[in-house]
């Protein structure tokens, strides 16, 4: 499929989904069928971290249909749970379940999502990578060990996924994205998929031409997004960044897209709204 008949497709849909009103609606007027919600399962509210002697609640959004068949599916690990699926959390949620009830409909629901909810007061800490950077030295590293060495084998051991790399992502907003892009940095050979809403890059600046430096084995999918209302030049950032991806210098046609939504603003609502378009680019679109 090109890449413009993909995009019209999901402009398409999402004029369709609007004018809907047959199904139960999200938030900015999207429509869903419950009974494509997905299944989320709380895996541990206590899961162990090792690298950080502390512990965490971590869940599974499951396809709707997952305890009723044999299939196998790729996995996103997500950021900041507290803010994927609880619609009383104190910023705001993307309402992802429904998000995905509504990719459902449209065939592209079949993905797991593992929701890690950050750390509280010490959110900035864990997110903040393990070098000089604004905002000291964070223990980025460790989160990033938890993540590929922990987490991933036991999801992969305890749950119906595609473990390979190629069919593995990582992604957040705002720190939540900086740590994604770190910890790709850090294990290149376990994450293809990379979901970036609104990263903090002010925090290390540096950290975009090192990505694309120091990653020689990368190949995959990068999806950017970032509102012209964020204000700390973000746009700049991202477009900075969505320029050093294309013109990497191992030469390479990396897969990555960069979506500016004009007045869009550093918040839950803008991200959520966000979401099924990278979803579909990152795992569904042929190229």
């Given at each position: 499929m090109s890449d413009f008949i993909f995009k019209a497709s999901i402009l398409v849909a999402f004029i369709t989904a609007c004018a809907g009103t047959a199904h139960a609606q999200i938030s900015h007027g999207m429509d869903y069928k419950q009974e494509l919600l997905p299944v989320i399962e709380v895996i541990d509210e206590h899961f162990e971290i090792p690298q950080?002697?502390?512990?965490?609640?971590?869940?599974?959004?499951?396809?709707?249909?997952?305890?009723?068949?044999?299939?196998?599916?790729?996995?996103?690990?997500?950021?900041?749970?507290?803010?994927?699926?609880?619609?009383?959390?104190?910023?705001?949620?993307w309402e992802v379940p429904r998000k995905l009830a509504w990719l459902a409909e449209r065939g592209?629901?079949?993905?797991?999502?593992?929701?890690?909810?950050?750390?509280?007061?010490?959110?900035?800490?864990?997110?903040?990578?393990?070098?000089?950077?604004?905002?000291?030295i964070g223990d980025g590293q460790q989160y990033a060990r938890f993540l590929a060495e922990t987490l991933k084998p036991y999801v992969d051991a305890h749950f119906r996924t595609l473990p390979e790399r190629e069919h593995t992502g990582i992604g957040g907003s705002s720190m939540g994205a900086l740590i994604s892009i770190y910890a790709t940095m850090q294990f290149p050979m376990v994450y293809s998929k990379l979901l970036i809403f609104s990263p903090s890059l002010w925090v290390s600046p540096e950290l975009s031409e090192e990505f694309v430096r120091d990653t020689p084995t990368y190949y995959g999918r990068i999806y950017l997004y970032g509102g012209t209302a964020e204000g700390g030049d973000m746009v700049e950032h991202l477009t900075r960044?969505?320029?050093?991806?294309?013109?990497?210098?191992?030469?390479?046609?990396?897969?990555?897209?960069l979506s500016v939504r004009e007045g869009g603003e550093h918040n839950e609502a803008a991200w959520g709204q966000e979401f099924p378009r990278a979803i579909a680019w990152l795992y569904f679109q042929d190229l």
């Open positions: 950080l002697i502390k512990t965490r609640r971590i869940a599974a959004i499951l396809p709707h249909n997952y305890h009723h068949t044999d299939k196998r599916y790729p996995v996103l690990y997500l950021q900041d749970g507290q803010n994927l699926f609880d619609d009383h959390a104190p910023f705001g949620s592209m629901g079949d993905v797991i999502i593992i929701s890690i909810d950050h750390a509280e007061s010490e959110r900035l800490a864990e997110f903040t990578p393990s070098r000089e950077t604004q905002l000291g960044l969505y320029g050093l991806v294309k013109e990497n210098p191992h030469g390479r046609n990396l897969p990555v897209e």
